[in-house]
């Protein structure tokens, strides 16, 4: 594989939105405090990483967390709407309760994980996994034999921890998309390997309470 492009993977850091249980979608939601924190933290993490370019969502909290890896490394953030969350449409800025209670039909099929079904009147798993795989392949195809960084959102992440490990779209997650974590795949133009998944190690110790609001 040694033409294999090596990827990072981040998802972006922690949003009030997030800790609220919110959905974001393409609401443009900026990073919280712990956010930011976490983004520095992460940007530290990956300072000696040979980065050869660093791509990520337009959406802000994607952007911020990119911009404080940039900075380490001297680059520019690459811009890549193919990168951003899944459109939740009329789910978006609901808690999970508040969709229960306000549309359980619809929540139960989203629960479920119907690929084809459009939720909230948005994208349907089948449509979203296409447009992020995409995006991905496009970047990694421009850096054949060298490390990237993709920053992004959970549900990007899950589609492409999906498509390295063979897992169906209407499987049951059992894996982490934790907050400004580390996760690695192999690329090349026959698909994803996973190497290495939810590494928090550089997140030890940073809490909401230890960071002023």
Not at 39 to 45: G, I, P, T, V, Y
Not at 64 to 85: K, S
Not at 90 to 109: C, K, M, N, T, V
Request: charged share 25%.
């Amino acid at each position: 594989m040694d033409n294999a492009t090596r990827l990072i993977v981040i998802r972006h850091g922690e949003t009030t939105w997030n800790r609220a249980t919110r959905i974001q979608g393409h609401t443009d939601i900026p990073l919280s405090a712990l956010g930011l924190a976490q983004a520095e933290r992460l940007a530290q993490a990956l300072a000696d990483e040979p980065l050869a370019a660093i791509y990520a969502s337009d959406l802000s909290r994607a952007r911020q967390t990119a911009e404080a890896l940039a900075a380490v490394h001297g680059l520019p953030v690459r811009q890549d709407r193919g990168l951003r969350e899944r459109a939740f449409g009329r789910f978006e800025g609901l808690s999970w309760q508040e969709i229960d209670q306000g549309y359980p039909e619809e929540a139960a099929r989203w629960r479920r994980r119907e690929p084809d079904f459009p939720v909230g009147g948005g994208e349907s798993l089948v449509d979203f996994s296409a447009r992020c795989l995409a995006a991905a392949q496009r970047a990694a195809a421009a850096h054949p034999g060298q490390s990237i960084a993709l920053v992004a959102h959970g549900g990007v992440l899950d589609c492409l921890y999906r498509a390295a490990t063979r897992v169906a779209l209407d499987a049951p997650r059992s894996w982490q998309l934790g907050n400004a974590t580390i996760n690695r795949l192999l690329a090349t133009p026959d698909g994803f390997t996973l190497v290495g998944w939810n590494d928090d190690q550089h997140l030890a110790g940073l809490s909401a309470d230890d960071i002023a609001a």
